[in-house]
């Protein structure tokens, strides 16, 4: 008997590496609404649109960090109320709700990685939409709601560091990158494919509702991840130079460590994410990245 999932957002950057994922798998019909089609902010929408499900992936959000900082209210709305709204016709239908989420609800000032029940404080108005709607699925979902928190996403469909790297190293001599901000740089396919194993063991009542980080293993800078590419794409890591952050002021503050622990996999029976090292390794054999590094090396 197949399952029904909705994916939310399934036209960005990890939406649709979550449908690819799921439509490969056996007996799982995929409903795959992009923005132009399931508005999140409409409640009656998102009811609609939930009837019937079994499994709910959220992959829609306000990501424009920036942009955040100048449109608050508006971030907030989609990411907080628009979330409260997916939370609540999941409850009234008996849906599961995997929802995605952020590093930036934590401060950033931590030393050592930030468990999954740690505090959060976020610095930003992107932040503090994102926590809005990690409470809202806490409150309406406690026991079907999962909050999976990511960051430093790269990947084929959309713009992202990765691609804006190898990008620039087609046209400049040497690439200045910030040294002083520490994250995991995730592989959306991979996370992709975390999610889709989660959602079954949660099906499968292996998996309980809750907290978890769906980033890569270890850990860099962006001044790390900017050398690694160029290593691996076969490009001097030497043309990548060192910088702070104080070189490219943002209207946001970005968090200096988003650096998250990865606890709660355990009770899954599922392993964390690999590496951020392996996982741009395989990420750069796959032809969009592949393109673009012999693009740079031309």
């Keep these: 008997m197949s399952t029904s999932w909705l994916v939310t957002g399934a036209e960005g950057l990890l939406g649709r590496e979550v449908v690819a994922e799921l439509a490969a798998g056996p007996d799982v019909v995929v409903t795959a609404p992009g923005r132009d089609r399931l508005d999140i902010t409409d409640p009656a929408a998102v009811r609609a649109a939930v009837a019937g499900h079994r499994v709910v992936v959220n992959c829609a959000a306000w990501t424009d960090v920036d942009g955040a900082e100048r449109s608050e209210a508006e971030a907030t709305a989609v990411n907080g109320t628009g979330v409260r709204h997916l939370a609540r016709a999941c409850a009234d239908s008996g849906a599961l709700l995997l929802h995605l989420s952020t590093d930036y609800v934590f401060p950033g000032d931590a030393r050592r990685p930030y468990p999954e029940d740690a505090p959060t404080g976020p610095v930003n108005a992107y932040g503090r939409s994102k926590r809005a709607g990690e409470q809202a699925v806490a409150e309406l ?36 990158v910030v040294a002083d ?18 959602g079954r063991a949660a099906l499968a009542g292996r998996a309980p509702a809750g907290i978890y980080h769906g980033t890569a293993a270890g850990h860099t800078t962006w001044y790390g991840l900017a050398r690694e590419t160029f290593r691996l794409s076969g490009l001097d890591p030497e043309r990548v130079r060192p910088v702070g952050s104080d070189k490219f002021p943002c209207p946001a503050v970005r968090p200096a460590f988003g650096v998250l622990g990865h606890g709660t996999w355990a009770r899954t029976g599922l392993a964390p994410l690999p590496r951020w090292d392996d996982q741009l390794t395989a990420a750069l054999a796959t032809p969009p990245f592949a393109a673009l590094a012999a693009a740079a090396r031309s």
């Excluded at 901000?181 to 494919?193: D, I, V």
Aim: hydrophobic fraction near 45%; charged fraction near 15%; aromatic fraction near 10%.
């Design 141 to 176: 979902l406690p026991e079907t709601g999962y909050i999976v928190r990511t960051a430093w996403l790269y990947g084929a469909h959309g713009r992202n560091f990765v691609s804006t790297v190898l990008e620039l190293a087609a046209r400049r001599p040497v690439l200045d």
């Design 181 to 198: 901000q520490h994250g995991q740089p995730t592989w959306s396919r991979a996370l992709a494919r975390q999610l889709a194993a989660l």
